[in-house]
């Protein structure tokens, strides 16, 4: 009886601990896949505005008038925007409910102060940001 009572215990300890050890493992993962797509994001950010740019100069070359070239640019800038936030709410919309709380952002604002943490932390200056 007593044995059988030991295997018990430890049939439960050890189911116990695995479970705690795979949602720590899962934790990892999501916390470490959200870092890389913001650094994606950042990457194509950064990409996006330097063509915005390349474009607009084109544009001031071209023969278009200023008034066609800043709707242009209102455009384009709309449809950043855009992108930017939808891409942030999608992101939060397929999150493992169950994982939220980890994420250190709910727009396209914070998640940029998350990234340039994430870039301080990894240069070794976290907590020495300016405000």
Partial sequence: MEQGLWFLGGAITYGLIAKFLQYAQL??????ITTQILKLL?????DVAYAKA??????????????QIDQIKELDERAFVNWK????????EVYPKQLRYLLPFYDWDSAM????????????LRGKRKK
């Fill in 27 to 32: 934790v990892k993962f999501v916390d470490e």
């Fill in 42 to 46: 950042g990457c194509v950010t950064e």
């Fill in 54 to 67: 390349l474009k607009f100069k084109m544009l001031e070359e071209s023969d278009l008038s200023q008034e």
């Fill in 85 to 92: 936030g939808t891409t942030i709410l999608k992101m939060v």
């Fill in 113 to 124: 102060k998350a990234l340039t943490d994430i870039y301080l932390k990894e240069a070794g």
